[in-house]
């Protein structure tokens, strides 16, 4: 059984995380497992300036109500090592705009146990931060 991991802070659900989760899956397979980190409000806070609009519960429970994920955990660091090291996942999708260094020390991690990275493309035009600055009228 192949197991993917991907992460999200996942304020608000937009196409760009369903590509994700659904390739996530795809790449798990039919008998794999898709699971999914959601960072929690002290994670998020490590890398963005502003708290996530949703609790951590209502983004959990978003998570769990998407048909590409099979598992959803919380991750307590912005970093994904901590859970990948308890996992130890097949693959694990990173994203392109997280920095160089984070995506090199995430692959020698997962490199060590003979898993894959995978870098997935930032949708820019359909992240959180663009939906909501359009909001706001930005």
Known sequence: MKVVYSYYVLDLVHRGHLNHMMNAKAMAGEDGKSVVGI?????VLEKKPKKPLLSFEERMNLARSIVYNDLVIPQDIYSPIENIKKLK??????????????????????????????????????????????????
């Open 39 to 43: 960072l929690t409000k002290e994670a």
């Open 89 to 138: 996942p097949d693959i694990v999708f990173e994203s392109d705009s997280h920095s160089d260094k984070d995506i090199e020390e995430t692959k020698k991690v997962v490199e060590s146990y003979g898993g894959r990275v995978f870098v997935m493309p930032y949708y820019p035009y359909v992240s959180s931060t663009s939906i909501k600055k359009k909001i706001q009228g930005h």
